[in-house]
């Protein structure tokens, strides 16, 4: 047994050192770069507010470990920003830059670049900011055969909001459900932006869609026929659907906007389509499910008047005009050629 013993170990060390085997001439290779300055990757902060139309900064520096040097300068560095998708399993390409030679990809195309306020700065400047870039980023250095990263997480200051078409509850798969937000100058929110919402005092008893095919709904005040009067307060996940067969509502999100949303002083109470003109006579166009949420959210809009979808934000209840609770109040869907109402506008500025 101690002979047998002994061979392992002359073996062993015969190993390590062989200069006929490659992978492990490799290994050992690997194994030097390991004592040495070790490339890092750091976010100062790991998450960065901001909002639709604005300019954010997403921090990243990479550095050498125990030095205060950005590289080694015997390589190239290669920064590659992408965004995470909600399940982590996919990476969207944003951008590429390595030496003199710059590269954006999609939507991103002309709004990022690249700091560089020092040798060491790989921080992304992304401007006039988009709903859809609200998620996680991660920045990506490499040298050589070194390589690190840090994730950076964007938010927008913004509104969660139940949606259903006028075909009445549950009638919307996830791809309609993700044109319906688009229809409403929003997009369909993420599981953090309906919890944060459901911590602000959303309370909804109808499922709807989230953009990682979940479905949920957000409960503050349990009652029977919302998941019954003793469960505890939470957002109830019905878990994920078939995005094709399975229908639902939808929670969108919307930030805030460039334009002028208003109520529209007019003569007489008007139908839908008698709406639509008085708008476009006006210079604006009809409002939209989410710039009502977002004027009454983001800008305190108040007025007690029905109009559009049929909808009305109220940020001082009282009497006849939400009495209980400052919310977007919702008559419904009447006839769009009968019931009259008045309407709210919307003007974008240039």
């Given at each position: 047994m101690k002979s047998l013993l002994f061979l392992v170990l002359i073996s062993v060390c015969w190993a390590e050192p062989h200069p006929d085997n490659s992978s492990l001439e490799h290994e050992r290779i690997i194994h030097i770069q390991e004592?040495?300055?070790?490339?890092?990757?750091?976010?100062?902060?790991?998450?960065?507010?901001?909002?639709?139309?604005?300019?954010?900064?997403?921090?990243?520096?990479?550095?050498?470990?125990?030095?205060?040097?950005?590289?080694?300068?015997?390589?190239k560095i290669r920064v590659k920003w992408t965004k995470l998708t909600s399940d982590y399993l996919r990476e969207v390409d944003v951008f590429v830059a390595m030496g003199q030679h710059r590269k954006s990809y999609g939507?991103?195309?002309g709004r990022v670049f690249l700091r560089e306020s020092?040798?060491?700065?790989?921080?992304?400047?992304?401007?006039?900011?988009?709903?859809?870039?609200?998620?996680?980023?991660?920045?990506?250095?490499i040298e050589g055969l070194e390589d690190d990263t840090a994730v950076v997480a964007l938010n927008l200051e913004g509104v969660v909001f139940p949606y259903s078409p006028r075909l009445g509850r549950y009638n919307l798969n996830f791809h309609e459900a993700q044109r319906a937000c688009l229809d409403q100058d929003s997009v369909i929110a993420s599981f953090d932006q309906l919890y944060d919402a459901w911590r602000s005092g959303l309370d909804w008893c109808n499922a709807g869609w989230l953009s990682d095919?979940?479905?949920?709904?957000?409960?503050?005040?349990?009652?029977?026929?919302?998941?019954?009067?003793?469960t505890v307060p939470g957002v109830r996940n019905y878990g994920f659907w078939d995005k094709d067969k399975s229908r639902y509502d939808v929670f969108c999100f919307t930030s805030n906007f460039n334009g002028r949303f208003y109520y529209l002083i007019h003569?007489?109470?008007?139908?839908?389509?008698?709406?639509?003109?008085?708008?476009?006579?006006?210079?604006?166009?009809?409002?939209?499910?989410?710039?009502i949420f977002a004027a009454w959210k983001l800008l305190g809009y108040d007025r007690c008047d029905a109009g559009g979808g049929v909808?009305?934000?109220?940020?001082?209840?009282?009497?006849?005009?939400?009495?209980?609770?400052?919310?977007?109040?919702?008559?419904?869907?009447?006839?769009?050629?009968?019931?009259?109402?008045?309407?709210?506008?919307?003007?974008?500025?240039?």
């Open positions: 004592n040495g300055p070790r490339l890092l990757v750091v976010a100062e902060q790991a998450k960065i507010f901001s909002h639709r139309g604005g300019n954010v900064t997403l921090p990243c520096k990479f550095y050498h470990e125990h030095t205060s040097t950005a590289g080694s300068g015997t390589h939507n991103y195309q020092s040798e060491n700065d790989a921080s992304l400047v992304i401007t006039n900011i988009i709903l859809e870039d609200y998620g996680r980023y991660k920045c990506e250095v095919g979940s479905v949920q709904y957000p409960i503050t005040k349990p009652r029977e026929p919302c998941g019954g009067k003793n003569p007489t109470k008007l139908t839908y389509d008698e709406a639509v003109q008085a708008c476009l006579k006006d210079g604006a166009q009809i409002a939209k499910v989410g710039q909808r009305y934000p109220i940020s001082r209840p009282r009497k006849r005009c939400s009495p209980n609770e400052a919310a977007v109040r919702f008559v419904g869907f009447p006839d769009k050629k009968h019931k009259l109402y008045g309407v709210y506008c919307f003007r974008a500025y240039n």
